[in-house]
């Protein structure tokens, strides 16, 4: 750890000089990446600058221990070292977690898609239900969620749903969410009791910027079409929806829910842009292969990742085995429980992968 530690140090001490250079000053795109990378290393730096000093005072303490005669002199440096030890142990603890990779995608907003999957009206009804709980984790948090395209189920409930979310770290705290989500009830139709299964896919997808994610535009053909479902008079009678499909992947977004085409389109491209970045990612770890998938943070839509069964009031996280019986909580939105744990399970295992010791 502390051979990363000292290069972390080296690092921050040649951006340190890199930020004041006239070029550096010159081009804005290069200065904030550097005054990023300044920010980032300095927290590590500083926690590492006490880290040193605190090795440097248990040394010259113990010193002073094995040369002092004095008892009551030797007492009080006794305590001074047990506190200096526990003020190491807890500065090591702290540096593991800052030495763990990072995301770079975790303070961004993000794509969320909801798909209801086999099940068919029941089915749908839980893609509505697994919506609603999204909503109100936002809420809670203080997000912005915005519907950018819906397709409605027959019965209720939703067949698919695209939203936007906006807000601090969004994507660092959904990315835990895409997957298969399972239910477990008795439908109304059920005339026997009996308890049926039915799933939903989640994607969330970080909402990529141009500069992330280059689409050459030739390849785009953009459709337009009048809005269905409510929104009003001028919704529905202008062709302000927009259907965006890329060629090269046959990726197909729609984006239905304001009145002005030209905003449409843009919140489809960004839809395009994180489905594409997604696609790219999934490529670049298969060729490299050195990122092994994590169970926790892989993100695919074919793991089953949680089961709600109504009947025992039970939620069941199939990623860590962790179980809670308070479903209704859990779907009023309190999922803070299942994320920090999801999180804690990520950081360890990549401490464990990353030979983060002390």
Same mark, same amino acid.
């Given at each position: ?40 290393? %300095? +927290?590590?730096?500083?926690?590492? #600058?006490?880290?040193? &000093?605190?090795? /440097?005072?248990?040394?010259? @303490? !113990?010193?002073? =221990?094995?040369? %002092? +005669?004095?008892?009551?002199?030797? #007492?009080?440096?006794? &305590?001074?070292? /047990?506190?200096?030890?526990? @003020? !190491?142990?807890? =500065?090591?603890? %702290? ?264």
């Amino acid at each position: 750890m502390l051979d990363k530690l000292e290069a972390i140090k080296e690092r921050f001490e040649e951006v340190s000089q890199l930020i004041i250079q006239p070029e550096a000053m010159s081009d804005m795109g290069k200065y904030t990446k550097l005054s990023k990378e300044y920010k980032d290393l %300095e +927290k590590v730096v500083a926690v590492y #600058e006490t880290y040193r &000093l605190t090795l /440097e005072n248990i040394r010259s @303490t !113990k010193a002073l =221990l094995e040369k %002092e +005669k004095d008892p009551e002199f030797r #007492e009080m440096a006794k &305590l001074e070292w /047990e506190e200096l030890k526990d @003020t !190491k142990e807890e =500065l090591e603890e %702290e540096l593991k977690k800052m030495l763990i990779p990072k995301d770079p995608n975790d303070s961004k907003d993000c794509i969320l898609e909801i798909r209801s999957g086999t099940g068919g009206d029941e089915a749908a009804l839980f893609a509505g239900d697994l919506f609603r709980m999204y909503q109100k984790f936002c809420e809670k948090q203080n997000w912005n969620l915005t519907v950018l395209d819906l397709t409605f189920g027959t019965s209720g409930g939703y067949k698919e749903i695209i939203s936007s979310v906006s807000g601090a770290d969004v994507y660092g705290m959904l990315k835990y969410e895409s997957g298969v989500h399972r239910v477990q009830r008795v439908p109304a139709t059920e005339t026997q009791g009996r308890v049926h299964t039915w799933a939903a896919t989640v994607a969330v997808l970080p909402e990529m910027e141009e500069v992330d994610v280059q689409i050459d535009m030739n390849d785009v053909r953009k459709d337009t079409y009048c809005s269905s479902g409510p929104g009003g008079q001028s919704v529905n009678t202008t062709y302000s929806a927009v259907r965006l499909t890329h060629e090269p992947t046959g990726l197909v977004v729609t984006c239905q829910d304001q009145k002005s085409q030209i905003k449409n389109f843009e919140k489809a491209l960004k839809v395009l842009r994180s489905r594409i970045y997604k696609i790219e990612l999934a490529k670049r770890n298969e060729t490299v292969g050195a990122q092994r998938k994590s169970m926790v943070g892989s993100g695919d839509r074919s793991d089953k990742i949680r089961t709600y069964n109504y009947p025992q009031s039970r939620v069941t996280d199939h990623r860590i085995n962790k179980t809670v019986y308070n479903l209704p909580e859990v779907m009023e939105g309190n999922i803070e429980e299942f994320i920090s744990a999801l999180r804690f399970a990520e950081n360890a295992e990549k401490m464990k992968d990353g030979g983060i010791e002390a």
